[in-house]
Antibody, heavy 118, light 109 residues
């Protein structure tokens, strides 16, 4: 059974930093492309960023609103992907999902909530 | 940035058919994927590659894609189909490769 479990969310002041983790199991993690997708309260889905598998180059791409502030990395020995979030803004308040997939997102975690108060 | 437009809401009576469109220039020539999201839950893919149903998704869910518009069709709608539905496109040539539609709330009357 595929499992994705996010952790690390919480309340953080504007300008602060937070690191999210996503622990994966049930599939060959080292071959997986992993993405972070967020959903602001009452809003739609927004892709945040993706890291390719090492065999596919390990390339990381980011959505424009987070480029230069957020950084995705992976530790294949721990089957874990990370999202380092810096210079957090109120608009970054959202439920952050970890997901697996190349052209679409086959598996999703339950998400971890990040709140940046005004 | 690329935009995928969906109707904000669709209302349908039980047993009838609901159709949700997903339009935009980015749709043309690319595959569209569809997700169902119920309140408090993570999204679940219901249609992949325009019209393929993943294992466990009822045959009542179908998809099509023509020109710049993709359509998700839910036949014989049931109360349990009430959810938000999102389309999504992958543009591998773009440095922002994943685009989601704006979402459609399906209400079963």
């Amino acid at each position: 059974e595929v499992r994705l479990v996010e952790s690390g969310g919480g309340l953080v002041k504007p300008g602060g930093s937070l690191r999210l983790s996503c622990a994966a199991s049930g599939f060959t993690f080292k071959n997986a492309w992993m993405s972070w997708v967020r959903q602001a309260p009452g809003k739609g889905l927004e892709w945040v960023g993706r890291i390719k598998s090492r065999v596919d180059g390990g390339t990381v791409d980011y959505a424009a609103p987070v480029k230069g502030r957020f950084f995705i990395s992976r530790d294949d020995s721990k089957n874990t992907v990370y999202l380092q979030m810096n210079s957090l803004e109120m608009d970054d308040t959202a439920l952050y999902y970890c997901s697996e997939g190349r052209s679409y997102f086959d598996y999703w975690g339950r998400g971890t909530l990040v709140t940046v108060p005004s | 940035s690329s935009v995928l437009t969906q109707p904000p809401s669709v209302s349908v009576a039980p047993g009838k058919t609901a159709s949700i469109t997903c339009g935009g220039n980015i749709v043309g020539g690319r595959n569209v994927h569809w997700y169902q999201q119920k309140p408090g839950q993570a999204p679940v893919v219901v249609i992949e590659y325009d019209s393929d149903r993943p294992a466990g998704i009822p045959e009542r869910f179908s998809g099509s894609n023509s020109g710049n518009t993709a359509t998700l069709t839910i036949s014989r709608v049931e109360a349990g189909d009430e959810a938000d539905y999102y389309c999504q496109v992958w543009d591998s040539t773009n440095d922002h490769p994943y685009v989601f539609g704006s979402g459609t709330k399906v209400t079963v009357l």
